[in-house]
């Protein structure tokens, strides 16, 4: 007993370096002291070790846009949309995992019944072998202490990973929300461009009307005619090329709400949405609500915990076991008093020699967490590229949306001097087609840039997380 309780306390002593190694923050990117599209000072060059914010209600963000359209559609993809059905089901998949893993470090309690029959040598009796039957129920218990914290471990492990899972879900409803935000605005700015162009192509329908008789009446010539047919197809095709690109963007939106494209459709409408205004002062520290970063966080600590477990599997394990139950050659005497049989047993194993497994166990689980940290780095990074991109596509729109406008106003003014100019003789067919080209081109840039503000105004809220509140 003696030497029993000193070889527990070995153990218990060497269980103590089965702790998993310390993480890197080197390897992890330096915090900015500024956006450089939006400055927010801070307080070190570090990263600031704050928990994870992606469980944090975030809200309808997209009702910043104001369009109750849009409410609708995001309400149907958050219960049909098949990437957020996949990733509930790889939850679900994790958390059974962790429930399994939690069970290892609980007793484990069994119950059998049998039947045997047979025979067995009868040398030196002078006869043949005997048959005999045997029967017996019993149950067992085994439970294995975790000395060495190797199941702890395990199930820390595990749970992280269900963490994990659970962001990554976060992360894909994000995204969805996203995407169906993003799909919609782009199909409302093509009913709007759609718009610009057809009613162009109604304006050149009327001046290719005039012209044409004024060629019958002999006041213009067939090349005056020529041109005019030639902008109001071009312009037509343009318009068709739209009307294509509309049917695409509502067909992926139908996707994206989990239904069918072939029965889903959006009725054209041209009114504008709100485009929300974007604070100023956007602090780093918001990056803890991107699901995406809190993933890749859990994961580096579930790597972290599994090489604590490989390195476990260099100490010795102690498991218990007790059985308990009858065992008689007749079936009526199976539970009598008399056939009653029990034992206990303590089994503490420790492999000597195993060609390098155990060694190549701690390797690999170490690589695998320098590769969650690679991971986590590359999160990090593309977290800030992502929110850097956003708001500096957005200044820089927001100065193009001011000089295009400028333009616009410029072309609509020298379209309407060619068509008095030209009414009057004072300048060709030419000079007004050229005018009229160039409004409908600066037109349709400025609605394009718009288009482009909001793409870019759902990417920075993707991009943080989900709003900036």
């Known amino acids: 007993m003696k030497m029993m309780m000193t070889t527990l306390l070995a153990v218990l002593v060497l269980a103590g370096c089965a702790t998993p190694p310390p993480l890197d923050r080197s390897a992890v990117p330096a915090t900015p002291e500024a956006y450089k599209a939006g400055p927010q000072t801070v307080a070190d060059g570090r990263w600031a070790v704050v928990p994870p914010a992606d469980a944090e209600p975030r809200g309808d963000w997209w009702a910043v846009f104001g369009d109750a359209e849009l409410d609708a559609l995001e309400r149907r993809a958050l219960a049909g949309n098949t990437d957020l059905q996949s990733a509930a089901a ?84 994000l995204m969805v929300q996203a995407e169906v935000a993003q799909t919609y605005l782009a199909l409302r700015f093509a009913d ?52 294509r690109r509309r049917a695409e963007l509502e067909n992926a939106l139908a996707v994206l709400l989990g239904e069918s494209a072939s029965s889903f459709k959006l009725a054209e409408r041209s009114e504008p949405v709100t485009l929300p205004a974007v604070p100023g002062g956007l602090p780093s520290a918001m990056l803890a609500r991107r699901p995406d970063v809190a993933a890749a966080q859990r994961s580096l600590l579930a790597a972290q915990a599994r090489v604590g ?64 940290m690679a991971g986590y780095r590359q999160q990090l990074l593309q977290a800030l590229r992502e929110v850097e991109d956003s708001l500096a ?53 400025a609605l394009q840039v718009q288009a482009a503000q909001y793409q870019f105004t759902v990417g920075l809220i993707r991009a943080l997380g989900g709003g900036w509140a």
């Not at 004024?214 to 020529?226: I, N, S």
């Not at 056939?339 to 303590?346: L, P």
């Open 192 to 243: 709007q461009e759609r718009r610009l162009v057809r009613d162009t192509v109604a304006a050149y329908r009327e001046t290719l009307a005039l012209t044409e008789r004024r060629f019958q009446a002999g006041d213009v010539a067939e090349l005056d005619l020529a041109r005019v047919q030639t902008e109001v197809a071009s312009t037509e095709a343009d318009a068709i090329a739209l009307d």
């Open 393 to 445: 596509g957005l200044q820089l729109l927001a100065r193009q949306s001011q000089v295009q406008e400028d333009a616009v106003r410029s072309a609509t003014r020298a379209t309407a001097l060619s068509d008095a100019r030209y009414r009057n003789g004072f300048i060709s067919q030419l000079d007004l087609l050229d005018a009229r080209r160039s409004e409908l081109r600066n037109r349709r840039s």
């Open 90 to 173: 790889r939850l679900a998949q994790a958390r059974a995992l962790l429930r399994s893993s939690d069970a290892d470090r609980l007793p484990q309690l069994g119950v059998s019944a049998g039947a045997a029959r047979g025979t067995q040598s009868a040398l030196g009796l002078g006869s043949g072998p005997a048959a005999s039957s045997l029967y017996n129920a019993g149950a067992a218990l085994s439970w294995e202490l975790d000395l060495s914290g190797r199941l702890s471990l395990a199930s820390q492990a595990a749970s992280l990973d269900a963490q994990a899972r659970e962001a990554l879900l976060q992360s894909t409803r």
């Open 309 to 372: 477990v490989a390195q476990a599997a260099w100490f010795p394990s102690l498991t218990l076991t007790a059985n308990g139950g009858y065992a008689s050659p007749e079936l009526s005497d199976v539970f009598k008093w008399s056939a009653r049989a029990w034992s206990v047993d303590a089994l503490l194993s420790l492999p000597l020699f195993d060609g390098g497994r155990r060694q190549a166990g701690v390797d690999n689980a170490k690589a695998g967490l320098d590769l969650a």
